[in-house]
């Protein structure tokens, strides 16, 4: 069973930056993909960016030229460097973890942006 810690979220001002993390307790690349979602309040949790084994990516459209998804294999980490944060941004933020049908996520980051 693995375990995905994420870390990094915070308080930021709107226009700032964070970078997310997300350690895995064993390869990512044993992984179909590895993603992060966000969950606003009152909001149903959402895919914000997905990295596949290829090293293939996605966004939602929301963070696409803001948001950068990247991973450090050696390290069994994969991040997302935010950008150009916007009040909308706020929520918790979530890592997940795909092997077939079998999901896994972390327990989540707070990531707050204010006006």
């Known amino acids: 069973q693995v375990q995905l810690v994420e870390s990094g979220g915070g308080l930021v001002q709107a226009g700032g930056s964070l970078r997310l993390s997300c350690a895995a307790s064993?390869?990512?690349?044993?992984?179909?993909?590895m993603a992060w979602f966000r969950q606003a309040p009152g909001k149903q949790r959402e895919l914000v960016a997905i990295?596949?084994?290829?090293?293939?990516?996605n966004y939602a459209d929301s963070v696409k030229g803001r948001f950068t998804i990247s991973r450090d294999n050696a390290k069994n980490t994969v991040y997302l460097q935010m950008a150009s944060l916007k009040p909308e941004d706020t929520a918790v933020y979530f890592c997940?973890?795909?092997?077939?049908?079998?999901?896994?996520w972390g327990q989540g980051t707070q990531v707050t942006v204010s006006s």
């Open positions: 990295i596949r084994t290829s090293g293939s990516t």
């Open positions: 064993k390869s990512i690349l044993s992984f179909n993909h």
């Open positions: 997940q973890a795909r092997l077939l049908e079998l999901t896994t």
